[in-house]
C-alpha cells in the first residue's frame, strides 16, 4: 500500500487504507490489535546545537497488552529508539557529535519483524550523510499507537520542532534516491519526452551528445514536506526552456567562467536545494506526495532536462554491497549487471561551497 499517515508540522492525515492518492483521509483510528508487521516510520526535526535531550516522540498503553514507543535526542548528541511490548524490550542507539550546526535531521526507523530485521536510520540532507544502525529482531508495532503519533500533539514534544512525521506500512527503500519529476522532459534521440514515460532499453541523449541506453528505471513516492519538498527551477535561468521541479537532492550541472576561476572545474553539480533564492529557484506546493523518478545509466552522465543539465542517477559502488543494496531501490534488478559509478561526472560541491556559488551568481 504504501503511505498511510503524514503530519506535515501544522496538519494531519492519517488512513489504514492509503493517504498517497486520496483528497479526505479518515482520522478513525484502527482497532488496538491490528498489528503492522514491516513499516517505517519517519520524523525530521532540527538539531540542536547544543546537543540538548529532547524527546521527539512518545506513546505508551496498557491495555489490551503493554506498549510503548519513544524516539529521544540524547543529552550531548546521538539519538536511541526504545520499544517495548510487555516486558520485552528492543532499543537501537545512533551516536552523533553535535557540531553546533542547526541542520535538519531526518531518521527513520525500518523494521520488518517475520524476516527479523529493523534499522534506524539519521540523514541530514544538507550534507548528503547518512548512519545507521541495525535493531534486534524487531516487533509487528500497533498501527493505532502509531496512528496517536501522527494525530495527537500530545506525542510530540514540542521543543523538539519536528516538522515532519510520516507513517508506511511498508519498508521504505533506502539509498540512492531519485530526483527528476515524472513529466519532466529528458532529450532522447526523437526529442523531449517526459521522464516517467521512459523505461529499460529507451535511449536518452548526454551532455557530449551521445545517444545511451536506460539500463533501469527507479521510482520512489515520498512526502513532498519538509526536507522531501520539491523545487521549482525557473526559465530561463539553468538554460531552462520551461520552469522544471525536481528533488531538492537532486544535483544540476554548473558550468561558466566563474565556477573554474572558484573551484578549478570546467563544472560542478549542485543540489537544487542550494540555488534556492526565491528567484530562479523556489520551493514548490502541490500535493502532500511526490512520486519521483530517473535513469540508471552505464555511466555517471549529464543528461537534459528541458534544456538544463542533470545528472543521471550515482550509485557509486553499490553493487558491490549486498545489504545496502538489498535494502535499496535497485533490490529487484540482477545484481550482476548492474553498473559502477567509481566517481561522480563532476564534483560535488560542499554544501557551504554550492550556497556561496548561489549567492554570487545572484548577486
Known sequence: MGWIGLFDGSNHRFDPQGIENSDVASQKLPSPDVLM????LMVETRLSPDGRPRKMLEVRRSHPWAFSLSLQALPGGGFILIETQNDRMRHVTLPFVPDGRMDVVRLTYRWDAPAKWGRLTMERPETDTAHSEDIQPPHPLPMADLAQTIIHSHHRDPAADVSLLALSDQVEPQGPQPGLTGNLPISTPHGYKPAGILKRGDLVMTKSGEAVPVLQVVRQTVPAHGSLRPVRLRAPYFGLRRDIVVAPHQRLVISGTQVEYLFGSEAVLVPARHLINGVSALRASGPDFVTYHHLLLPGHEVIDAAGCPVESLYVGRLRRKPEPLAA?????????????HPQPVWPVLKPFEAIALALSRVA
Open 37 to 40: 508487521p514491516r513499516g517505517s
Open 328 to 340: 535499496s531501490l535497485l533490490a529487484p534488478f540482477d545484481r550482476a549487471h548492474l553498473p559502477e
